[in-house]
């Protein structure tokens, strides 16, 4: 008895999650430190690499957060859509510009709610941005899978 189709499918969308949370916090981070300051001094990434960073008032810092993901997630979603298509699910129930606008409309549903949700935890909380970003990523997974799978592609 061998392991279920959907599990080895459902693994193979972890890794490329994995892949494109990889993506999208570097480039969040990097946008976040260079173009739209949102980072803290005690955020994880201004730790592990020393970077410097400007004090900002947790509205900005909000602000900020909130373009540095969309930013993010233009980028990031295109990649992980190609990883989708080639590896975990079958192409082909739309066109390819039909299922690429489909898979940008779901995503962007999460990503929506993930980063209101992240600016809502800063400005009300002053949550640190590390654990504020992490509440886009879960909504993320929670929402993806499942519109991508019965929604976008053929399973």
């Not at 949370?21 to 260079?34: E, N, P, R, S």
Request: glycine share 8%.
């Amino acid at each position: 008895m061998g392991i279920p189709a959907v599990l080895i499918q459902f693994l193979k969308y972890a890794i490329a999650g994995v892949i494109g949370t990889v993506i999208h916090i570097g480039l969040f981070h990097a946008l976040a430190w260079k173009l739209f300051p949102a980072l803290q001094a005690s955020d994880w990434a201004v730790k592990a690499l020393g970077i410097e960073i400007v004090p900002i008032d947790d509205a900005t810092r909000s602000r900020n957060s909130m373009i540095a993901n969309f930013g993010g997630f233009m980028v990031t979603n295109f990649i992980v859509y190609v990883i989708n298509v080639i590896w975990v699910f079958e192409a082909g129930k739309y066109s390819w510009w039909i299922e690429l606008l489909l898979f940008y409309a779901v995503s962007s549903i999460s990503m929506v709610i993930g980063t209101t949700t992240m600016g809502f935890l800063i400005r009300r909380f002053g949550m640190l941005t590390s654990y504020a970003f992490c509440a886009n990523l879960v909504s993320a997974l929670l929402i993806n899978f499942a519109a991508r799978k019965y929604f976008i592609f053929n399973g």
